[in-house]
C-alpha cells in the first residue's frame, strides 16, 4: 500500500441549527486503503459523507482528496471521486446497460469507451448475462452491484460508499465486499465507507469509529480490539448498582455500568469470572466472557453501547 495521502480531513466541524454534528474530525487515508467509518446512526457519518461528496458545502475545517482542496475546488472533486449512496439511485424502469449509458453520459464519455467501458464493468460484476434485463426485475445484491458500476464508469480516485450492503441479504453483501477488496488490489482504488456494521468493518484496512460527532478511535479492527486489553466480562443482575460497590469492595475493580449490566475489561478475565461467581453467587442471573470484539471497543472509548444515544 502506498504511503500517498488520498483523503485528509482536518479539523471538520459542521452544525445544524444549534446541533453541531460534527466537533472537530481528523482523520487521513492512504492511498489503496479500504476505510470504514463505524457508528450508530447520528453518529455524524452522514454529514461527514456528505461532505466529502459535496453534497453540503465546507464551512469550518480543511478537506482534500487526493491533494484538491475540498472548499475551493469542489467540481475537480467531483471528477476524482466515485460515490454510491445509501438509497437507490438506478431507475428501475431503464435496462441495467441504460442506467450505466446515461450515468456515462454525464461524465462526458461517449462513443466506443462508453461501450467498452460498461462491458468491462458487467463483466467484473458478473451482471453481463443481466444487462438487457429492467433494474425492477434484479434482486436487492443485483441493484447493488448496478450502483456501484455507475460510480466506477469514469476511473474514479477515490471511491465513497455510504452503508453499501444495505438491503442485502449475507451472500450478496459477501459478493460485494469481495469484488471491492479486489478492486483495491488490482486497480488501486482508494476505498471510503460508510456502515453500523461490525462484520463490515471488519473487512476494512482500518477504521475510524464515530460517537455523537467525534472519532473516539482509530487504528486498524486488530489494533483496537488490542487496546481494549485482556477479555471482556459481562455480568447480568437485577441490582447493578449494589453488585458494582460489591465488585469494587471486593476486587478494587470498578465495573462499567451498562443499563441493567456490569462490563469489566480484565488480563485473566477466566479466572475473574471464577471468583466473582463463588463471591456472589445470588446476586447475578448471568455472566459470559468474550474476546473484545469492536462494539467492545466503542464501549471502552464511549461509556455506552452502540445503539444508546447516551452513557448509562
Given at each position: 500500500m502506498s504511503d500517498s495521502i488520498a483523503v485528509s480531513v482536518s479539523g471538520l466541524r459542521h452544525r445544524y441549527a444549534d446541533r453541531e454534528a460534527l466537533c472537530g474530525i481528523d482523520f487521513t487515508v492512504s492511498t489503496g486503503e479500504i476505510f470504514g467509518l463505524l457508528g450508530p446512526n447520528g453518529g455524524g457519518k452522514t454529514t461527514l459523507f456528505r461532505l466529502l461528496t459535496t453534497l453540503l458545502p465546507l464551512r469550518s475545517g480543511v478537506a482534500t482528496l487526493m491533494g484538491v482542496d475540498l472548499a475551493s475546488q469542489p467540481q475537480i472533486v467531483r471528477q476524482l471521486i466515485?460515490?454510491?449512496?445509501?438509497?437507490?439511485?438506478?431507475?428501475?424502469?431503464?435496462?441495467?446497460?441504460?442506467?450505466?449509458?446515461?450515468?456515462?453520459?454525464?461524465?462526458?464519455?461517449?462513443?466506443?469507451?462508453?461501450?467498452?467501458r460498461i462491458d468491462e464493468l458487467l463483466s467484473r460484476l458478473g451482471l453481463t448475462d443481466r444487462r438487457h434485463d429492467r433494474v425492477d426485475s434484479l434482486s436487492g445484491g443485483l441493484k447493488r452491484r448496478v450502483e456501484v458500476a455507475k460510480s466506477l464508469l469514469h476511473h474514479p480516485r477515490v471511491l465513497l460508499l455510504d452503508e453499501p450492503s444495505t438491503g442485502l441479504d449475507p451472500g450478496a453483501r459477501h459478493d460485494l465486499w469481495e469484488y471491492l477488496t479486489r478492486l483495491r488490489r488490482e486497480e488501486g482504488t482508494t476505498i471510503l465507507v460508510t456502515t453500523h456494521l461490525m462484520?463490515?468493518?471488519?473487512r476494512c484496512d482500518r477504521l475510524g469509529i464515530l460517537d455523537r460527532g467525534q472519532i473516539v478511535a482509530l487504528g486498524s479492527p486488530d489494533e483496537l480490539r488490542l487496546s481494549v486489553g485482556g477479555d471482556c466480562l459481562t455480568i447480568q443482575t437485577l441490582a447493578p448498582a449494589s453488585l458494582s460497590?460489591?465488585?469494587?469492595?471486593?476486587?478494587?475493580?470498578?465495573?462499567?455500568?451498562?443499563?441493567?449490566?456490569?462490563?469489566?475489561?480484565?488480563?485473566?478475565?477466566?479466572?475473574?469470572?471464577?471468583?466473582?461467581?463463588?463471591?456472589?453467587?445470588?446476586?447475578?442471573?448471568?455472566?459470559?466472557?468474550?474476546?473484545?470484539?469492536?462494539?467492545?471497543?466503542?464501549?471502552?472509548?464511549?461509556?455506552?453501547?452502540?445503539?444508546?444515544?447516551?452513557?448509562?
Open positions: 466515485g460515490v454510491t449512496f445509501q438509497s437507490p439511485s438506478v431507475d428501475g424502469k431503464l435496462t441495467v446497460a441504460e442506467n450505466l449509458r446515461h450515468q456515462a453520459y454525464l461524465y462526458g464519455l461517449s462513443g466506443s469507451v462508453v461501450a467498452s462484520e463490515e468493518a471488519e460497590e460489591q465488585i469494587a469492595s471486593r476486587f478494587q475493580i470498578t465495573p462499567r455500568r451498562l443499563g441493567d449490566a456490569l462490563r469489566i475489561e480484565h488480563e485473566a478475565g477466566h479466572e475473574l469470572l471464577r471468583d466473582i461467581v463463588a463471591a456472589f453467587p445470588n446476586e447475578i442471573t448471568a455472566i459470559s466472557l468474550a474476546k473484545p470484539t469492536l462494539e467492545d471497543v466503542f464501549i471502552a472509548r464511549t461509556g455506552h453501547r452502540f445503539w444508546e444515544s447516551e452513557p448509562s
